[in-house]
């Protein structure tokens, strides 16, 4: 990361680069042809510890992608997993605290869900959490 900073010549213009990197990826594993179920299930949240989401049941879920930001300072994490119709967890908790998460799990039937860490010290910025059956 370091080249990458003194070549673009910040810090920031560096992480938002990564970004559009990880974006692309998950563009690319999440793509969704016609007539599949996408959706967007938070955008542009600030979120304190312990702050969670889901997004709406749905069949096939093939994966959720989380895209983040330490704007208030730390190391902030997210998690990612699936929950069932009760909101009990299908699987454990995936965590990253780089600013991207991709989860590529999948679950027959579900809501996918995002959550701040509980040990979040930070409020973390949350660009978006997403999940599609495609």
Do not use: E
């Not at 999948?106 to 809501?111: D, K, M």
Request: glycine content about 10%; proline content about 1%; charged content about 15%.
């Amino acid at each position: 990361m370091g080249r990458i900073c003194n070549y673009l010549g910040t810090r920031k213009a560096a992480r938002r680069l990564a970004t559009l990197i990880v974006v692309a990826i998950a563009a690319a594993v999440f793509v969704v042809p016609a007539f599949g179920w996408y959706q967007y299930f938070v955008r542009n949240a600030v979120w304190n510890a312990g702050n969670n989401q889901r997004s709406a049941y749905n069949s096939g879920l093939k994966g959720i992608a989380v895209s983040f930001d330490n704007i208030y300072g730390g190391l902030p994490q997210m998690g990612s997993r699936y929950i069932d119709s009760s909101g009990n967890g299908l699987d454990s908790w995936k965590w990253s605290n780089t600013g991207n998460l991709i989860d590529d799990r999948n679950v027959a039937y579900g809501a996918a869900q995002c959550m701040a860490n509980s040990g979040n010290h930070f409020s973390v910025f949350v660009d978006w959490c997403y999940t599609s059956n495609q």
